[in-house]
């Protein structure tokens, strides 16, 4: 009656994972909104987008059959994640600088290239679904960490600043909420595998918030700078 209870919480909470994921993919909008109204990206960093984009390629390989059989959350979530992160890079890269496209193409492009390498070094080198699944989830630990750590950046930008304008407060409590979702999954039972990213990303989402909570008064209205900047035209 123990196991069964447990695996009954357990599943709840990963239907529940999955709807905080989708979230998680949708907590941009807004950020991305704001770009196309002003038709710049100005201090926006791609970073966290191509981290999510290549941590979604890797989970999807990962839920394919023919590396993880019956996985077909997996790779739904996933694959909706590749689709809407493709979305917000190509948003990104219309608005962006000539510099600044340059820095997304080439990163993209290592992305696939790694993609390609990882997909063909593991079907030809792994013959059975268990060294798959160990070696693409390993992987998966590595860039679910990175995908995680990626507002690490924008972290420091916020301290620089004394500002909170470029951490969009949604992206950062999706994040935090995504990471205690599935650390709590992990532990039904333990999986080091599903532990240790999202272990980081409830640390890192729960800092963002602090930072956001510690900054959020002290960032400038756009009214009072567009009054100080209307004062400034007057002057001159």
């Not at 695996?7 to 941009?28: E, H, M």
């Not at 059975?128 to 860039?143: A, D, M, Q, W, Y």
């Not at 272990?199 to 002290?218: D, M, R, V």
Request: overall charge positive; some cysteine; charged content about 10%.
């Amino acid at each position: 009656m123990v196991m069964l209870s447990q695996d009954a919480v357990r599943n709840v909470i990963g239907l529940i994972g999955n709807v905080i994921s989708f979230g998680l993919f949708l907590s941009p909008v807004p950020t991305f909104v704001q770009i196309i109204k002003k038709k710049a990206v100005e201090q926006f960093s791609p970073i966290p987008y191509l981290a999510t984009l290549l941590n979604c390629m890797m989970w999807f390989l990962y839920g394919l059959p023919i590396v993880h059989p019956h996985s077909i959350l997996v790779v739904t979530i996933n694959g909706i994640g590749l689709v809407i992160e493709s979305a917000y890079l190509s948003i990104f890269f219309i608005y962006a600088t000539r510099e600044g496209r340059l820095k997304v193409l080439k990163i993209l492009a290592g992305e696939l290239a790694f993609m390609a390498v990882v997909v063909v070094a593991v079907l030809l080198a792994a013959h059975t679904h268990e060294k798959r699944s160990l070696i693409v989830g390993i992987l998966c630990i590595i860039f679910g960490t990175c995908m995680y750590a990626s507002p690490l950046a924008v972290m420091k930008l916020v301290i620089q600043t004394r500002s909170v304008e470029y951490m969009p407060f949604t992206l950062s409590l999706a994040s935090f909420l995504n990471g205690v979702c599935w650390t709590t999954y992990s532990c039904l039972p333990f999986d080091i595998n599903l532990f240790i990213p999202n272990g980081l990303g409830a640390l890192f989402g729960f800092l963002q918030l602090i930072l956001y909570a510690c900054y959020f008064k002290a960032t400038p209205k756009k009214d009072a700078k567009a009054e100080v900047e209307l004062h400034s035209a007057r002057d001159v």
